[in-house]
């Protein structure tokens, strides 16, 4: 019969994702001695696995190579699922923002001799909007409408759509042109869930028709056969509103609160938490510097082997709330 043994790890200060500045000890949950056995649990968005066989120890999360930032489990010891498993597009899937859509944005801008040109730090502030129809009108409600724009409101919002229309049309182009790859890790992450049966779901406040280009052209045809989309006007309020994520859920037939969600933005967590939802966060260009305390891990990227940060069985483990102090 295996015996137990329960063991005691005197880890050094987590990166910035985790609050605490002073070393801790924190207790691992009692394992088996089999041939081997591994036992895990989550600590504030970080996740430890202990190998007895090696008696290697990782504090994963904290971007290691070689795997040893890789969140990886046995499969015994990762029984949880998601009930659905959510992504954003831009910055998740593919990091689309400086060199995708703010680029398209200016080239529509200069077509139609507005005059305007979003530079990287300015598009940085802008991201700060959910959406980019939403995005154009701040801007030109706070510096001033273009001068040959047109001066009603109902015919502002009609010139308005035909832009983000243009933009959609010049940004479609860069990615059937496939110059923007996919994020390491996304398509891994994909087949896991489907191949588990695991729902997946597309969640981003940008235009249906680019979201879908982006699954159809990159991630292909096959998986995108089997990921459903929620994107644009598809709800009247974006992101950090959290009405596109209790639309998939609803659609889906799933439980909020069994739902996992890759984000890369504070108002794309403020929308998952909202929802009720798990959310890990894996980096963007824009966001890097953004506070993400609430979420419930955050990471560079998702990542392949040798690089792995986490993988489907760390986002079922979010749902156990197995919190050790």
Known sequence: MASSTTVSLAL??????VASQEPKTYSVATFSRTHESTSSSSLLGTRICVSRRNREI???GMGRSRGRGAVTCSAATAAALPSALLFDCDGVLVDTEKDGHRVS???TFNEKELGVTWDVDLYGELLKIGGGKERMTAYFNKVGWPENAPKSEDERKAFIASLHKRKTELFMALIEKRLLPLRPGVAKLVDQALGKGVPVAVCSTSNEKAVSAIVSYLLGPERAEKIKIFAGDVVPRKKPDPAIYILAATTLGVDPASCVVVEDSGIGLAAAK??????IITKSGYTADEDFL??????????DPPE??????FCGSL???QYVS
Do not use: H, Q
Not at 12 to 17: A, I, K, L
Not at 274 to 279: P, V, W
């Open 294 to 303: 609430n979420a419930d891990a955050v990471f560079d990227f998702i990542g």
């Open 308 to 313: 792995e940060r986490f993988d489907l069985a």
């Open 58 to 60: 990782s504090a994963l």
């Open 274 to 279: 909202a929802a009720g939802m798990k959310c």
């Open 105 to 107: 944005f200016n080239d």
């Open 12 to 17: 050094p200060p987590f990166p910035s994702t």
């Open 319 to 321: 749902l156990e709330k």
